[in-house]
């Protein structure tokens, strides 16, 4: 944890597309133990965000830190290690790996294990506790490309979970998925929160993030605006703004 | 529960030792001098097809740069073993591929630091870059290669009653190589990686995969045994050309006999190559004054590219188990006490 204890930390992150500024001056951190929301409208610069801090897109400039640790260039793997996963917004999983192989090839293991058996005793041990909690069990030895989108959402989000990380970031996890299924992400997002792993999610759903998120981050044109409390942010006008423009 | 079937289809012997041992009995029931130099010429493709298979079939990236490889190796056995210098009567130039190979390995590992970088399309333009910037280079260091004059190479001293045999043993050793890679990879936490790695690259890095040591280690293993085929072909012809040693033509032809037979399977680049290579030489052979054999040649890869998109091995694969799976409920439906349809693993 960094020394102003908060798990995650970007500081000052900008970065432009061509004559398109994504984020700029965008200052995000998240407290451990939270379910952090990150809230804006369409374009704000949200899943940039997002990429910048999984490593997936390198920042201009800005800083990030991660369990008290300063990344000068986040990398996906690197920041795997440390305890950092995410899901992405069109659920992605391996199509052509069955759906025990893809919570296997997402646990934590050294180099030497890639010369061992393709899925380990204790590899499937892991994976299938997981998929019970899941209630994706019955479907195990199938192929991914085979399950539907939500039960693509939950493998991918159990997945993110194989690596027993510090910090989850979900990107919209409940996009356009039935309400039966959001109410289950919800379940399983409040069961491992309580378990004391800390969330930022990317969420559209207001009414999803106003139950679930505290706090809340605004972002809008790349910037934050706002961040407080579901109540907070609903009562203060320049969100409204934001969402609704001048 | 997996049934013994299954497990049996499964086994080594099954998808690895049979087919070796089939192969390596050809030169016994075919004798003729004409079918086994197709039949060296048939597996030196499958070598090809296959080596190439453990990148692209594995990781997703199509290299164009194989050839150069293959040329290197050619080259590289040609310089070391000259004309009057085949040792150990006429086996020691196939011992010098075993060096050959793994300096090739070894130095493919900086060269697929850089062009690994690159994905899809633009991976295929570098390597097809790479692939004349070699060429361009064993046509121009004539003190080296002998440029278009071309290099003399050790001539075997085997008698001409057997003079294929070791040829064909080289090769087959090589495809061996490749098939025994390949299957031992597939069952280990490697083949996992390496295929999440070909399905989502980024995925696959956010969760762990060291996605670029692997790739750069297939592309050096897949590199270095088509150099060792590149030596045993320079050793077989006794003279290397820079035009054919490192030609786009056996490139290609290596890449379309792998889709042919089907990319990313175990055997689906060779039974390309086996398939391919003696049809081309028929048809070179009955259309070759006129170069019409070339259409003939494009003729059989887009019938079965229609086809058989995916490859012969995954489309005959699936149907067999289309069938079989419908063959099965056909039993399995007047008896309910068969709960789980024989054959069918899931």
Known sequence: MSETGNLLEARGLHRSFGGVQAVSACSIAVAPHTITGLIGPNGSGKTTAFNIITGYLAAHSGEVHFDGIHHARPDPRRMYRAGLTRTFQQARVFPELTVLENLVVAAKRDWRALFGRRVSAADRRQAMEMLAEFSLSEHAAKKAAQLSYGQRKLLDFAAALMGDPKLVMLDEPTAGVNPVMIATMERHIRDRHERGMTFLIVEHDMNFVMRVCDPVIVLDRGTPVVSGTPAQVQADPRVLEAYLGD | ?346
């Open chain 2, 1 to 346: 529960m997996i049934s013994l079937r299954a497990r049996f289809a499964q086994s080594w012997l099954v998808r690895v030792v049979v087919p070796l041992a089939v192969l390596g009995c050809v030169p016994f029931v075919l004798t003729a001098s004409w079918v086994l130099n197709l039949a060296v010429l048939g597996l030196m493709y499958a070598v090809l097809a296959s080596s190439w298979n453990l990148l692209a079939g594995y990781t997703g990236y199509i290299s164009l740069c194989h050839a150069a490889f293959f040329g290197i190796g050619a080259y590289a056995l040609g310089l070391w073993a000259g004309p009057g210098t085949a040792s150990l009567s006429g086996y020691g130039p196939f011992l010098l591929t075993i060096p050959i190979g793994l300096a090739v390995g070894a130095a493919a590992i900086p060269i697929g630091w850089i062009i690994l970088r690159t994905r899809h399309v633009t991976f295929a333009i570098v390597t097809i870059t790479l692939l004349f910037m070699v060429q361009t280079l064993a046509f121009n260091l004539t003190g080296l290669t002998g440029g278009s004059a071309g290099l003399a190479v050790a001539a075997p001293p085997f008698p001409a009653a057997w003079f294929e045999q070791p040829f064909y043993y080289a090769m087959l050793i090589l495809l061996a190589l490749c098939v025994v890679i390949f299957e031992l990879v597939r069952r280990s936490r490697l083949g996992l990686s390496l295929t999440a790695l070909r399905e989502d690259e980024e995925k696959a890095r956010g969760l762990g995969v060291p996605t670029q040591p692997l790739k750069i280690g297939a592309f050096a293993v897949s590199v270095a045994i088509t150099a060792m085929a590149g030596g045993v072909w320079a050793y077989y012809l006794t003279f290397v050309m820079p035009q054919y040693a490192i030609d786009p033509l056996v490139m290609v032809g290596t890449a379309l006999t792998a889709f042919l037979g089907g990319k990313g399977t175990l055997w689906g680049p060779a039974i390309g190559a086996l398939i391919v290579v003696p049809a081309q030489q028929y048809f070179a052979f009955r259309l070759g004054a006129s170069d019409l054999y070339l259409v003939s040649y494009a003729a059989i890869f887009l019938v079965v590219i229609l086809l058989l998109p995916r490859g012969i091995v995954p489309s005959l694969g699936e149907w067999l188990r289309k069938r079989r799976g419908g063959a099965a409920r056909a039993v399995a439906v007047p008896d309910p006490a068969a709960t789980q349809p024989v054959g069918v693993t899931r």
